[in-house]
């Protein structure tokens, strides 16, 4: 596996991930970056590795949080990901994992609510045409510095309280 086909499998990753979430999340691309990988002394290896990120714009209630964790938790375990770490943290918590081929997998919340996952490849073979993503999101473009504010609502993860039932159908995700 080269850094192209890295991508590739980053990508992929996070759309399972996006795919074990009910209801659905409306989210973006954000930004891609590869960079080489160096030895110990800083000399290049001819290997590089790439990150994938994505960017959630439907608003997860902070009752909700532990909710969306719990799921993302369990499908990633469910497909042999090692959870490495998690940060209980009631504003910002956070969750890594890595797969068996060593690709690292990453869901935060960011400082104004907004959740993030992130997947990157391990050193691989270096190679000048990293592909994009090919997937497309299911929110329009926003024209702001990434990432854009949570803002979309959901009747299910923008709720307030613990107990409320699951939309039937009014989800801005189920629209798209």
Not at 6 to 22: N, P, W
Not at 76 to 93: Q, T
Not at 146 to 171: C, E, K, L, R
Request: with cysteine; charged share 15%; net charge neutral.
């Amino acid at each position: 596996m080269d850094m192209s086909q890295g991508a590739e499998r980053a990508d992929a990753m996070l759309q399972q991930t996006l795919g074990s979430i009910t209801p659905p999340l409306r989210w973006y691309h954000g930004p891609s970056n590869d960079i080489a990988c160096s030895n110990i002394l800083g000399k290049g290896t001819g290997t590089g590795t790439v990150k994938r990120r994505i960017a959630i714009l439907t608003t997860v209630s902070a009752e909700r949080r532990g909710s969306l964790l719990g799921a993302v938790e369990r499908s990633w375990k469910a497909h042999g990901y090692k959870i490495n770490g998690v940060n209980p943290d009631k504003e910002m918590p956070a969750l890594y994992a890595t797969t068996p081929d060593n690709f690292q997998i990453t869901m935060l919340v960011g400082a104004t609510g907004q959740f993030i996952f992130s997947a990157g490849t391990p050193c691989l073979p270096q190679t000048s045409n990293i592909p994009k993503p090919v997937t497309t999101p299911n929110t329009p473009p926003r024209d702001v510095p990434y990432p854009a504010p949570a803002d979309i609502h959901d009747d299910f993860w923008s709720t307030t309280a613990p107990d409320a039932p699951a939309s039937q159908g009014h989800s801005p995700a189920a629209s798209r």
